[in-house]
């Protein structure tokens, strides 16, 4: 019943919150554009791919180290170097989604410092670094 007295209380939203949920709206639709994009350039065969499609269609069946040695595809973060090829050229929408949360972030940290919320803008370095940390592969794990 309390509820109800504030059910029409407008809240007002913090400018950092609508500066990250921004970031996070046209990133997300720009990395689904780019993938569309960069996938018709794929499919085109505008440029040539990695891993010809009669033999992408054989290995797709097979365990993952096998596509990996008979594709000569490096793991980790070597697919890097094949981003002039169609097939690992929609890896940079897929990044770019992936790191969005990050690039988010980034603006936050001079957002509330301006605002004179330190612990706030500590909080988002850190959630910048951990993120970038556990993508970069260097603890064993992401950067794939």
């Not at 170097?81 to 001079?110: C, E, Q, R, S």
């Not at 919320?117 to 603890?139: D, H």
Request: with cysteine; hydrophobic share 55%; aromatic share 12%.
């Amino acid at each position: 019943m309390a509820d109800q007295k504030n059910a029409c209380v407008p809240v007002e939203t913090p400018k950092e919150q609508l500066l990250y949920a921004d970031i996070l709206f046209w990133g997300c639709w720009g990395g689904l554009a780019l993938m569309a994009v960069t996938y018709f350039i794929y499919l085109s065969g505008i440029m040539a791919p990695h891993v010809p499609m009669d033999k992408i269609t054989v290995l797709w069946s097979k365990p993952v180290a096998t596509y990996l040695s008979e594709g000569q595809v490096p793991s980790g973060w070597g697919w890097v170097v094949l981003m002039g090829k169609g097939d690992f050229l929609n890896f940079a929408g897929i990044v770019l989604l992936a790191g969005l949360t990050v690039v988010a972030y980034i603006p936050l940290i001079p957002a509330f410092l301006k605002k004179k919320e330190p612990l706030f803008a500590v909080l988002a370095l850190l959630e910048v670094l951990v993120l970038s940390l556990a993508a970069s592969g260097i603890v064993g794990s992401g950067g794939h």
